[in-house]
C-alpha cells in the first residue's frame, strides 16, 4: 500500500478516535501534516547526504467552556499506539484549557464541509535520482539539494468537517559555481523531465559563463532595472510579512497601510491575487475553512482585498475571506504584462540585469521601504547586450516607487516559485510572477 493511502487510514483511525472521545462541553479541529520524502544533497557535482524522511503531525485546537488549547505529536502510523498517544494529548490539552483564561475572540467551530483532492506525480525513480542530475552537470562544481516524494494535509473536527489534499511533487534547488561566483537555479514540478532538466541546466551554464568576464564596480545611485522573476519572487516575499493581514492593517502594522487608505498608489500595470487555481497548496485553512479559489488582492494598483482570517473578522467586526490565522498569501500569482522575453534587453537598454535578490529586509516598513542585496547572476547591460557581471550591490527601495511610478513593464510570462522550505518539513505553497522593468531602481552601497 502506497503512503498515501496508508496515511488516509491512519489519520481517520486517529482523528475518529480522538473526537469520539470529546465530553459534551468540548469541540475540537484536528490537523495533519505529513510527508514521505527523499533528500539528496548534492556538492562539487557529487553526493554528500543522502537521507529520506517519513514524517507524520497532527495539531489538535480543543476548544472547552470558552477557552481554546493548541498543541501538537507527531503519529507513528501504528493504529493502537496512536490512539494512545491521542488520548494522552487530549488529556493535556483539558489540563491546559483548565488553566487559560478565556478566549474573547474565540471561532466557534463549524461545519465547513468535505473535500479529497489528490495529485499524483511522475517522479524520478529513488535509484535513478543521482545519474539524472550528476550525468549532465558533468564538469561543473553543482551544489543543491533534490527533494522529492508525497506531501499531505488533512483536516476534521467534531462537527463532521473533512478536508484531504495529497500531491507528489519535487524540487532540485541548486547553484552552480566558479570560484566565488555563482548563478542560481531551480527546477520543480510533479513530472520530471530529463529534457526540461538539462535545458535548465544549460541556461544555467551559460549565465556562468558570462559571470567569468572581469566584475563591474558600480557607484551607488538609480538605474534602469530589470528584475527576472527569481528576484520579483524575492521582492514580493515581503508582501506575506504582514503587508496584506487585515489584523496588521488594523494595528497600523502593515506596510501597504498609505495604499489601502488611498494616501498611495501603485501602477496601474500591477496586479496580484490569491490564486488557489495554481495546484500549489490547498484552499482549506487550519480551521477547514474553504478559500474562494481566486481572490483579487491589488487590481491594477489598487488594493482590493486584505487577507482577512474568521478571528479577525471577528474581532474588527468584519468580513473574513477563510485565510490562515498569521494572513499572509499562500498562492500568490503577480500577474503578467506585454513584455516579451527576446525584447527584455533591447527594453533594458542600459542598466542592470538582476537574476536573484536575497537578504532582504524592511527599512521603513510603513513606507513600503525594503532594503536587501543582489545575488549570483546579475548582470550589467550596455545598448542591450550583457557587459559584464557586477560587484554585488545594497538597494534600498519603495515598493510605491519601483511598483508605482517607476514600473515600466512586466513580462508576458510567469515562472513558478515554489515553496522550498524543509525546516522541520517541507511546505506546501509557492507563488508565480513574470519580470519586471523598473525605473531608477536605487542602490545605496
Not at 505529536?73 to 498517544?85: A, L, P, Q, Y
Not at 462537527?159 to 489534499?165: I, M
Not at 499572509?328 to 533591447?346: F, H, N
Amino acid at each position: 500500500m502506497k503512503f498515501t493511502e496508508k496515511m488516509k487510514s491512519s489519520f481517520n483511525s486517529v482523528a475518529d478516535h480522538l473526537l469520539a472521545s470529546l465530553h459534551g462541553n468540548e469541540a475540537a479541529n484536528v490537523n495533519l501534516h505529513a510527508e514521505d520524502s527523499l533528500f539528496v544533497r548534492f556538492n562539487g557535482n557529487k553526493v554528500r547526504q543522502n537521507t529520506h524522511v517519513e514524517q507524520r503531525t497532527l495539531s489538535l485546537l480543543l476548544q472547552k467552556n470558552g477557552k481554546t488549547a493548541n498543541l501538537s505529536f507527531s503519529i507513528t502510523g501504528d493504529m493502537d499506539e496512536d490512539r494512545k498517544r491521542a488520548d494522552f494529548w487530549l488529556a493535556e490539552a483539558r489540563k491546559e484549557c483548565d488553566l487559560l483564561p478565556e478566549d474573547p475572540y474565540q471561532v466557534p467551530l463549524k461545519n465547513n464541509g468535505q473535500s479529497d483532492s489528490e495529485f499524483h506525480g511522475d517522479l524520478l525513480p529513488a535509484e535513478k535520482v543521482i545519474e539524472a542530475i550528476t550525468t549532465p552537470a558533468q564538469g561543473i562544481d553543482l551544489a543543491g539539494l533534490y527533494c522529492a516524494g508525497p506531501l499531505i494535509s488533512a483536516n476534521k473536527n467534531s462537527l463532521g468537517q473533512s478536508h484531504w489534499f495529497a500531491n507528489e511533487n519535487f524540487f532540485m534547488d541548486y547553484s552552480l559555481y566558479m570560484g566565488e561566483k555563482a548563478v542560481k537555479s531551480i527546477y520543480a514540478g510533479t513530472a520530471w523531465s530529463q529534457k526540461d532538466f538539462t535545458a535548465n541546466l544549460t541556461q544555467s551554464k551559460n549565465q556562468l559563463s558570462l559571470m567569468d568576464r572581469p566584475k563591474k564596480t558600480l557607484k551607488p545611485g538609480a538605474y534602469r532595472t530589470y528584475l527576472a522573476p527569481g528576484a520579483v519572487a524575492e521582492l514580493t516575499t515581503m508582501l506575506s510579512w504582514g503587508s496584506l493581514s487585515f489584523n496588521a492593517y488594523k494595528q497600523g502594522a502593515s506596510s501597504l497601510q498609505k495604499l489601502a487608505d488611498k494616501e498611495k498608489s501603485l501602477s496601474p500595470l500591477f496586479s496580484a491575487r490569491e490564486n488557489f487555481n495554481l495546484g500549489l497548496t490547498h484552499r482549506f485553512n487550519s480551521l477547514g475553512e474553504l478559500a474562494p479559489e481566486s481572490l483579487e488582492l491589488i487590481t491594477q494598483g489598487e488594493l482590493k482585498n486584505f487577507l482577512v482570517s474568521t478571528r479577525s473578522a471577528k474581532e474588527y467586526s468584519a468580513q473574513g475571506n477563510a485565510a490562515d490565522s498569521y494572513e499572509a498569501p499562500r498562492a500568490l500569482e503577480v500577474l503578467p504584462g506585454t513584455l516579451k522575453q527576446e525584447d527584455i534587453l533591447k527594453e533594458l537598454g542600459t542598466g542592470l540585469y538582476l537574476s536573484n535578490l536575497h537578504y532582504l529586509n524592511w527599512s521603513d516598513r510603513l513606507n513600503a521601504r525594503i532594503t536587501g542585496m543582489t545575488r549570483y547572476a546579475c548582470f550589467w547591460v550596455e545598448n542591450g547586450e550583457i557587459v559584464a557581471p557586477i560587484a554585488d550591490l545594497r538597494f534600498d527601495e519603495s515598493l510605491y516607487d519601483c511598483l508605482g511610478a517607476n514600473l515600466l513593464g512586466i513580462t508576458d510570462f510567469q515562472e513558478i516559485d515554489p515553496m522550498v522550505s524543509t525546516y522541520e518539513s517541507r511546505s506546501f505553497g509557492g507563488k508565480k510572477v513574470p519580470g519586471m522593468l523598473i525605473k531608477d531602481f536605487k542602490f545605496t552601497l
